[in-house]
């Protein structure tokens, strides 16, 4: 079964800071790897989709990592407005559900 | 350009009431998708459409769940009898490639 686990949980952090998120996940033959934002009370934001080890895609202060246990959403000299949830999903060869891991809540204060 | 379309935002109803959630997908999009969000949880999958036809509906939770999509434009989840534990954010998302999917802005469902 496709298992996707993401940590910390909750990360505190003070502007510009830079830090790192973890998404570790089993699947039984990766079609890609989502990373997605969601603000309180809203969807699901696209950010980036990586689909093999080795690839990195990079937008503004965030930078997104695979390998092939674990994807890595790096955020450098983060600013208030990245404070939200970020989601990692995989999506498997055999279909186009994504599979959602927990979140990770940031929280960036000034 | 819009982009997936949701209603109601919220939904207050009582144990035993008929829920229809709508959702409206991005035009040119092929590919539509169901999923709830719960805290215990987190975001699952309920059903999936291409070109109007459901493909997987394995998420979906027990017979009182149903969706349609009549048309490229327009899907209906609805929920008969509902139940307390069915209170979640369901959100709609639409896909060209059905890979990288767009998420509508989500319904809050309370059942008291």
């Known amino acids: 079964e496709d298992q996707v686990t993401q940590s910390p949980e909750a990360l505190r952090l003070q502007e510009g800071e830079s830090s790192s998120l973890n998404c570790s996940y089993t699947?039984?033959?990766?079609?890609?790897l989502f990373w997605y934002r969601q603000d309180p009370g809203k969807g699901p934001e696209f950010l980036f989709t990586?689909?093999?080890a080795g690839e990195e895609k990079e937008k503004e202060r965030l930078k997104a990592t695979l390998t092939k246990k674990e994807s890595f959403l790096h955020i450098t000299a983060p600013k208030p407005e990245d404070s939200a949830t970020y989601l990692c999903?995989?999506?498997?060869?055999?279909?186009?559900?994504?599979?959602f891991g927990k979140g990770t809540s940031l929280l960036v204060t000034p | 350009d819009a982009g997936v379309i949701q209603s109601p935002r919220h939904e207050v109803t009582e144990m035993g009431q008929e829920v229809t959630l709508r959702c409206k997908p991005i035009s040119g999009h092929d590919y539509l998708f169901w999923y709830r969000q719960t805290m215990m949880r987190g975001l699952e999958l309920l059903i999936y459409f291409n070109n109007n036809v459901p493909i997987d509906d394995s998420g979906m939770p027990e017979d009182r769940f149903s969706a349609k999509m009549p048309n490229a434009s327009f899907s209906t989840l609805k929920i008969q009898p509902s139940e307390p534990r069915d209170s979640a954010v369901y959100f709609c998302?639409?896909?060209?490639?059905?890979?990288?999917?767009?998420f509508g802005p989500g319904t809050r469902l309370t059942v008291l």
């Open positions: 990586l689909y093999s």
């Open positions: 999903a995989v999506q498997a060869n055999s279909g186009y559900a994504l599979n």
């Open positions: 699947v039984s033959g990766l079609r890609g």
């Open positions: 998302a639409s896909s060209s490639t059905a890979d990288t999917q767009y």
